[in-house]
C-alpha cells in the first residue's frame, strides 16, 4: 500500500494546501495530512480547529483517500512508524525550495526509507501562505478567494479577524 504524508502546518487551511491535497491523493492509496502540533509559530487556530476544517474540506471536495492526524516529534520518526512510503511538499518559489533542500537531506540520513516529493503549486496559488491570510485577517481583511469556503465560514462565524 503507498502511503504518502503531507506534513504542515496549516494554520489555516489555503486553496494552495487544498490543491495539493488533491493531485497528491491521486498519486497513492492514502495520503495522510499531518498537521504539526509542535510548531513554535502563535496560531490562529488550535489544532483541533485545524483539523477539523482539513477533514471537512477534503470531505467536500469528495477526496475519499486522505485522512487527518496530528502529529509531534520527528518526521522520521513518524514515517517509519506509519510505514510512510513518501512525503509530499508543495513549491511555490525559490525560497521554498532553499528551505526544502536541508529538510530533505537530513530526513533522509534519519531515516532513509521514505522520499519526499515536491508538487509544483499551481500558478494562482504561488502567492497563497498561511502568513498571508494570518496578515489579512489581522487588518480584517477579506480572505475568501484564497481560503476553502468551509475555512472562510468558520473565520466568519468565529470572528478571527484582528488576531495574530
Ligand atoms: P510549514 O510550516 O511546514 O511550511 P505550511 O502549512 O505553511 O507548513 O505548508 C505546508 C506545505 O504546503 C509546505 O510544503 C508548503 O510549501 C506547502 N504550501 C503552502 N502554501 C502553498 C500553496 N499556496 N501552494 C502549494 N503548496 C503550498
Redesign the pocket.
Known amino acids: 500500500m503507498r502511503k504518502f504524508f503531507?506534513?504542515?502546518?496549516?494554520?489555516p487551511l489555503?486553496?494552495?494546501?487544498l490543491?495539493?491535497i488533491e493531485r497528491a491523493s491521486k498519486l497513492c492509496d492514502q495520503l495522510i495530512v499531518g498537521i504539526?502540533t509542535n510548531?513554535n509559530k502563535r496560531p490562529l487556530m488550535s489544532v483541533e480547529e485545524r483539523h477539523m476544517l482539513i477533514e471537512e474540506a477534503i470531505r467536500c471536495k469528495k477526496i475519499e483517500n486522505a485522512v487527518v492526524d496530528d502529529f509531534s516529534g520527528l518526521l522520521a520518526e513518524y514515517t517509519s512508524t506509519n510505514d510512510i512510503t513518501c512525503i509530499v511538499?508543495?513549491?511555490?518559489d525559490v525560497p521554498?525550495f532553499i528551505t526544502?533542500v536541508p529538510r530533505a537531506h537530513m530526513n533522509r540520513k534519519l531515516d532513509g526509507d521514505f522520499e519526499t516529493i515536491y508538487?509544483m503549486?499551481?500558478v494562482e496559488?504561488?502567492f497563497?501562505?498561511?502568513s498571508a491570510v494570518k496578515e489579512i485577517l489581522y487588518f480584517n481583511g477579506d480572505v475568501s478567494s484564497i481560503v476553502p469556503e468551509n475555512v472562510w465560514k468558520y473565520i466568519q462565524e468565529h470572528n478571527l479577524g484582528g488576531k495574530r
Not at 14 to 17: D, P, W, Y
Open positions: 503531507y506534513p504542515g502546518s496549516f494554520d489555503t486553496l494552495g494546501h490543491n495539493i504539526v510548531s511538499r508543495g513549491l511555490r521554498d526544502e508538487l503549486a499551481d496559488d504561488t497563497i501562505s498561511s
